[in-house]
């Protein structure tokens, strides 16, 4: 059986071996500062430290498109897939952050190739396919490699992220970047917005398989991404212009389960109680119907 230890000294606990141990590859709150708020950020193997200190260009970068960032939530209404428009905004939005005047960000297919011989004659023994990345900056302007990979995964499919980890985990094993970035929708606006927001069938849209922060951290944490550094970002509700109304639809939804749990306290029988929680349902879902044609 596993113990843990600790120190005590006059019944006050000096250290607990739980406290201090930091396994390798776990997330961890990030230690630094200058990224802007209404995001959640972790961080595995340094990643943040890495950015900050030996790609202060990249950090500017990244941490002013961040504070840009704004979608609206008419745009989350009517947004489809993982490439909606303020993902595409949020793509040209790095894509415009240069150095010296010259391109550094921008998207990127890299192949891996690797040969076996003797000076002057190497004969290739493999190549790889591809790697997609949906924004590449280079380390800097004189020296590309190793960059930041950042990859916004919005409301796709949940194995998208097992895509991108794997990216990253070769990408990083091979020398081409040093850190990967993933941004995605947060716990709480996944919290708030699921259930919520209606598709143009009637259905909802950014459902639990989808990607957010629940279904990124714990595959991190059972090693996604290999010895790759990762910054994990996610977007609060705070980041959304509008999303006052989400709220408002959220409460009287909670209004309606609340009943539902309770109704004797208040009905003698359940056909009574589900006309005025389904009436109540009726009431949230007018407050934000569906966009049409989405």
Excluded at 160 to 184: C, K, M, P, S, Y
Excluded at 228 to 245: A, D, S
Aim: proline share 4%.
């Amino acid at each position: 059986m596993d113990t843990i230890a600790s120190v005590e000294y006059e019944d006050e606990v000096i250290a607990d071996a739980e406290d201090v141990v930091d396994l390798a590859g776990q997330v961890r709150d990030i230690s630094i500062s200058g990224l802007p708020e209404g995001y959640d950020y972790k961080a595995s193997r340094y990643a943040d430290v890495i950015l900050k200190e030996a790609f202060p260009n990249r950090f500017r970068d990244l941490a002013t498109v961040l504070e840009q960032f704004a979608p609206t939530l008419d745009e989350l209404r009517s947004g489809g897939g993982g490439r909606t428009v303020f993902v595409r905004r949020f793509d040209q939005s790095l894509a415009d952050q240069k150095e010296k005047g010259q391109l550094v960000w921008g998207k990127q297919n890299i192949t891996i190739e690797k040969g076996i011989g003797f000076k002057g004659h190497v004969a290739p023994v493999s190549k790889v396919r591809g790697h997609e990345i949906d924004m590449f900056g280079s380390g800097s302007f004189k020296e590309p490699l190793p960059g930041i990979a950042v990859e916004m995964e919005w409301n796709n499919k949940d194995p998208f992220f097992d895509r991108d980890l794997i990216n990253f985990q070769a990408l990083h094993h091979e020398g081409a970047i040093a850190i990967g970035v993933i941004v995605t929708r947060g716990a709480d606006l996944q919290d708030l917005i699921s259930g919520v927001i209606r598709s143009g069938d009637g259905g909802f849209k950014y459902g639990s398989s989808s990607t957010h922060w629940e279904k990124l951290v714990p595959r991190v944490n059972l090693g996604g991404g290999g010895e790759c550094p990762l910054l994990l970002i996610g977007i609060r509700p705070e980041r959304i212009q509008g999303i006052e109304l989400a709220y408002r639809v959220r409460e009287k939804l909670e209004e309606a389960e609340n009943l539902r749990t309770n109704w004797r306290e208040t009905y003698e029988s359940w056909d009574e109680a589900k006309l005025v929680i389904d009436e109540i349902r009726n009431q949230a879902y007018k407050i934000m119907p569906p966009v049409s044609g989405h």
